[in-house]
């Protein structure tokens, strides 16, 4: 049973920092590429960043530079290291496994001014 638990969200002033966390289970993490998405209220779903089995990484333009993505895979754990946020990053952020479009339940980020 593949399962992806995040958790980490909160309220943050701006400037402020989160760390989110993926706990995965019924799959070898190692095996796969991994992702964060997040949506906000009335917008659509947006690609937040992503890391490859081999832990390079690539990053949405808005968050370049501010997010790091990484993985534990000992831990069956993925992160999103998330620095000076802004009122734009306030949303629900969400883990998915590239292979097989499997979902987290997300966790709400709310940055506020």
């Not at 992806?4 to 966390?21: D, K, N, W």
């Not at 009335?42 to 089995?53: H, L, N, Q, S, W």
């Not at 081999?54 to 754990?77: C, H, L, Q």
């Amino acid at each position: 049973q593949v399962q992806l638990v995040e958790s980490g969200g909160g309220l943050v002033q701006t400037g402020g920092s989160l760390r989110l966390s993926c706990a995965t289970s019924g799959f070898t993490l190692q095996r796969y590429n991994m992702r964060w998405f997040r949506q906000a209220p009335g917008k659509e779903r947006e690609f937040v960043a992503f890391i490859t089995i081999r832990g390079d990484t690539d990053y949405a333009d808005s968050v370049k530079g501010r997010f790091t993505i990484s993985r534990d895979n000992e831990k069956n754990t993925l992160y999103l290291q998330m620095n000076n946020l802004e009122p734009g990053d306030s949303a629900i952020y969400y883990c998915n496994r590239q292979t097989g479009a499997y979902w987290g339940q997300g966790t709400q980020v709310i940055v506020s001014s």
